[in-house]
């Protein structure tokens, strides 16, 4: 069975970091990439950034870029997302997430999510 | 961008419903609907527009292709209320998703 937890979220004050990690179990972490999206409290997703499965970036939203950065660790079969100069706006519950296709992206795999972990909440709130 | 319509749809167990998905600029039939319930991380029903994902009962069928898709549940299960997304992969980075519709009683 996929499994994916989230941890190292919690309250924060802007301008400062926070690193979520994310540790996955049941399949085959190098096989896959993996992306982080997050949710606002009652509101819609939105996708953050992803890597591929050899570590290559696949993307930053605008809203991070910059800010956020994404990396793993095939040997901890971990995902990881260093969030710097927090913003208030950036309050939201974050989830990691298994693309649905192994192996290498093209323009015409990846970017559908098919594992999601329970989700982690971010505050940063003065 | 993905519009989603209606924003909310009120109906009874049995009933079935159809809810639309419409995109800013042509993405094939790469497109993917989730569905969340409260306190719940979304689940994958639909990708590619029209394939159910491991697991979704074939009561839920996706349609569409270029810019305007639809997901079609048949026969409402009173498991099958919640917020449903669509999401689309035809032109990313970003991946985008729309704002949602929700499936209320």
């Known amino acids: 069975e996929v499994q994916l937890v989230e941890s190292g979220g919690g309250s924060e004050h802007p301008g400062r970091s926070l690193r979520l990690s994310c540790a996955a179990s049941?399949?085959?972490?190098?096989?896959?990439?993996m992306h982080w999206v997050r949710q606002v409290p009652g509101k819609g997703l939105e996708w953050l950034s992803g890597i591929s499965w050899n570590g290559n970036l696949l993307g930053y939203s605008d809203s991070v870029k910059g800010r956020f950065t994404i990396s793993r660790d095939d040997a901890q079969k971990s995902l990881y997302l260093q969030m710097n100069s927090l913003r208030v706006e950036d309050t939201a519950m974050y989830y990691c997430?298994?693309?649905?296709?192994?192996?290498?992206?093209?323009?015409?795999?990846?970017?559908?999510?098919?594992?999601w972990g329970q989700g982690v909440l971010v505050t940063v709130a003065s | 961008v993905l519009t989603q319509s209606p924003s909310t749809l009120s109906l009874s167990p049995g009933e079935g419903a159809t809810l639309s998905c419409r995109a800013s600029q042509s993405i094939g039939t790469y497109l993917a609907w989730y569905q969340q319930k409260p306190g719940q991380a979304p689940r994958l029903l639909i990708y590619?527009?029209?394939n159910r994902a491991t697991g979704i009962p074939p009561r839920f069928s996706g349609r569409g292709s270029g810019t305007d898709f639809s997901l079609t549940i048949t026969r409402l299960e009173p498991e099958d209320f919640g917020v449903y997304y669509c999401?689309?992969?035809?032109?990313?980075?970003?991946?985008?998703f729309g704002g949602g519709t929700r499936v209320e009683i």
């Open positions: 590619d527009a029209s």
């Open positions: 997430v298994r693309d649905i296709d192994p192996g290498t992206c093209t323009p015409s795999s990846c970017g559908y999510f098919d594992s």
């Open positions: 049941g399949f085959s972490f190098d096989d896959y990439a």
């Open positions: 999401q689309q992969r035809g032109n990313w980075p970003p991946l985008t």
